[in-house]
């Protein structure tokens, strides 16, 4: 364990330095959303695809990972839906509820992962969020829109929007090359490891950026239940599909990892566009990073 904590430390030093420079003011609002558009369009999608097209995964059980990572998911989606029903739910409440419950902040598991499991680790948590994120955004995106007067999108539509991600764009170019047996030449792949190398302390600040203290009141009630099936239930469903399919332990250590990881801020972006409880979705990302600091060592202290 302190071993385990004195890897995670720098990841959560991070993000507190970021609330704190953004709190302090040193620099403008405005080089936060410079910075988080950066990460997202440009700096992530080039780690993802060095890491994926450039690392041998054959020795680990990569597809028992991604199933038991998914199913877990979803398991937990159906709940949410039972609980709904025989609590009655508000709907945008729901939304909040559910992002919370399902989506990951990759910046956190993929700087993590190397100091816990090397750099075979980075690559496993690539892959995780190969498996988890469009299956978590198709989930969000059909609940919120159903939300609106024309009821849940079309297959056409949800298409249309995963085919816009960089980050999903960036999962396929890179699994495709690796499957495919090409790799990423040698020049493009320093390229796109050197600009990789931004990506995980500049959006670990923007993380810290991003947290609101002010909003942590607000529907505890909602934001704990949240909180526990993302922090907890995940982790411990991730684990025990891992240990019925004998995933080797380095693989089912990253899977934990992932699946522990608090929720990602554009929950918060797609709750204001779509009409979702933004205020709460707010209150959930801000507390499931504090949370994270204890449940992810526990997690993986317990089940890694």
Not at 52 to 67: I, Y
Not at 86 to 96: A, K, M, Q, R, Y
Not at 111 to 124: H, I, K, R, T
Not at 213 to 222: E, I
């Amino acid at each position: 364990m302190p071993t385990m904590l004195s890897a995670l430390a720098p990841v959560f030093a991070l993000i507190i330095l970021g609330y704190g420079l953004k709190r302090a003011r040193v620099f403008p609002d405005s080089l936060w959303d410079g910075i988080e558009a950066l990460v997202y369009w440009l700096l992530l999608p080039s780690l993802l695809v060095a890491k994926l097209g450039t690392t041998d995964l054959s020795e680990f059980d990569v597809l028992p990972m991604a199933g038991s990572m998914a199913g877990a998911t979803v398991m937990v989606v159906l709940a949410l839906m039972v609980v709904r029903k025989i609590v009655g739910i508000d709907g945008p409440v729901h939304t909040s509820i559910l992002q919370g419950a399902v989506r990951q902040n990759s910046y956190i598991g993929l700087a993590a992962a190397v100091p816990l499991y090397g750099a075979s680790g980075q690559a496993l948590a690539a892959v995780g969020i190969a498996a988890v994120i469009p299956l978590v955004n198709v989930i969000s995106m059909w609940s919120l829109a159903s939300l609106g007067p024309s009821g849940p999108p079309g297959v056409a539509v949800i298409l249309k929007r995963l085919a816009k991600s960089p980050i999903i764009i960036a999962c396929a170019i890179g699994l495709g090359a690796n499957f495919a047996g090409t790799g990423i030449h040698e020049l493009p792949a320093k390229t796109l490891d050197l600009l990789g190398r931004g990506a995980l302390p500049l959006g670990l600040l923007a993380v810290g950026a991003g947290l609101d203290f002010g909003v942590v009141k607000r529907s505890p009630v909602a934001l704990l239940f949240s909180n526990c099936l993302k922090l907890m239930a995940i982790p411990l469903l991730t684990a025990w599909l891992c240990h019925l399919q004998d995933v080797d332990p380095t693989t089912t250590g990253v899977a934990i990892l992932f699946a522990s990881l608090p929720s990602s801020a554009s929950s918060y972006v797609m709750a204001r566009q779509f009409g979702g409880d933004h205020e709460l979705m707010a209150a959930i990302l801000t507390t499931q990073v504090m949370m994270a600091a204890v449940t992810i060592p526990l997690m993986l202290g317990l089940f890694g």
